[in-house]
């Protein structure tokens, strides 16, 4: 069993930047592919971005491609997830995710086993 607990989101000015994190439980994280999910308001939840076991293989939706990075420390069994140049539209709840023994990315959702409970990021304009 995987428990995932992301920090808190915040309030952020268009063209800022936020960075959140995501603390894994659990023995398997090391081995485990990581992603980040967004939900925003009246909306379904949309991928974000993936990582791979060691992070040398990373994934992003094109409307964040250039702007977000996504990170793991496994020493730390932490995810990050760097958000820059942020936009009113990235305005959402995003919840991290582990996959179950699987170390590639991949964009499904449905791939995804361990699901945190999610965090608000409001970007104003």
């Known amino acids: 069993q995987v428990q995932l607990v992301e920090s808190r989101g915040g309030l952020v000015q268009a063209g800022g930047s936020l960075r959140l994190s995501c603390a894994a439980s659990?023995?398997?994280?090391?081995?485990?592919?990581m992603g980040w999910f967004r939900q925003a308001p009246g909306k379904e939840r949309e991928f974000v971005a993936a990582?791979?076991?060691?992070?040398?293989?990373?994934y992003y939706a094109d409307s964040v491609k250039g702007r977000f990075t996504i990170s793991r420390d496994n020493a730390k069994n932490t995810v990050y997830l760097q958000m820059n140049s942020l936009k009113p539209e990235d305005t959402a709840v995003y919840c991290c995710?582990?996959?179950?023994?699987?170390?590639?990315?991949?964009?499904?959702?449905?791939?995804?086993?361990?699901w945190g409970q999610g965090t608000q990021v409001t970007v104003s304009s």
């Open positions: 995710a582990a996959r179950r023994l699987a170390s590639s990315v991949t964009y499904y959702a449905a791939e995804y086993a361990y």
């Open positions: 659990g023995r398997t994280f090391s081995s485990s592919a």
């Open positions: 990582i791979n076991w060691n992070g040398g293989r990373t």
